[in-house]
């Protein structure tokens, strides 16, 4: 009865560079969220991914971000040629639908690091 | 329009007193109101949540207390434990699916 699985838990990555976030949604849910967390903030809303579909991208940068979630594997939110500003720690949420008797539910997260 | 104001930033309660932390928001279009508690190196773990055609919700020590007209809602912890210090937020939903979240709480209960 796994929840939702991220990997890897820490990423450590040199400005310049590509990170690549991963993120296994529980069972039964085809709804994954992004979120991104700075150090003493609360979670802000990156992009909203169903199966093979962006639903919502509206909180994510135009530039240098992207996501995916394709029919399999996990999903995937891909930061090029990162930069200092980058360093957060990057939550993925996954439902099995968007009403409230259907909540997100949260996976430990990534924290990346750019040196 | 689409922030959610908690406070305070952080809290210092004694074991078995009451931890309330506050929340307000804009946007009458919010329509589920949920809580998460995040331990450090966790991520954020759904508590309790309701909607707004309810005034109060109880599970267990915690309870919401949510004012539409005043377009505010609260988190009370009744005989908080040192188990309960982590990091609380509050957080608004509107659309199905975009969740705001407000800035955080940190609380800590003095044993």
């Known amino acids: 009865n796994a929840g939702v699985m991220q990997n890897p838990r820490h990423l450590v990555r040199r400005r310049g560079q590509e990170a690549r976030l991963r993120c296994s949604p529980m069972k039964g849910h085809s709804h994954v969220y992004w979120y991104r967390q700075l150090p003493e903030e609360g979670l802000k809303f990156m992009v909203y991914?169903?199966?093979?579909?962006?639903?919502?991208e509206s909180g994510m940068p135009k530039e240098r971000f992207s996501a995916e979630f394709p029919k399999e594997g996990p999903s995937i939110l891909r930061i090029q040629q990162v930069v200092r500003g980058d360093s957060a720690a990057y939550f993925c949420?996954?439902?099995?639908?968007?009403?409230?008797?259907?909540?997100?539910?949260f996976g430990d997260g990534t924290r990346l690091s750019i040196l | 329009q689409q922030q959610v104001k908690q406070s305070p930033q952080s809290l210092i309660v004694q074991k078995g007193g009451i931890s309330i932390i506050n929340c307000a928001y804009e946007?009458?279009?919010?329509?589920?109101f949920p809580w998460y508690q995040q331990f450090p190196g966790k991520g954020p773990a759904l508590l309790i949540a309701i909607r707004p055609d309810v005034s109060e919700k109880k599970e267990g020590r915690f309870t919401i207390s949510f004012n539409k007209s005043a377009k505010q809602f609260s988190l009370h912890i009744m005989d908080s434990q040192p188990g309960d210090s982590a990091t609380y937020f509050c957080a608004a939903r509107t659309g199905g699916f975009k969740t705001i979240f407000g800035a955080g709480t940190r609380l800590f209960v003095k044993a």
């Open positions: 991914l169903q199966k093979e579909n962006i639903i919502d």
């Open positions: 949420a996954s439902s099995s639908g968007q009403h409230s008797n259907q909540p997100q539910h």
């Open positions: 946007n009458t279009a919010f329509d589920y």
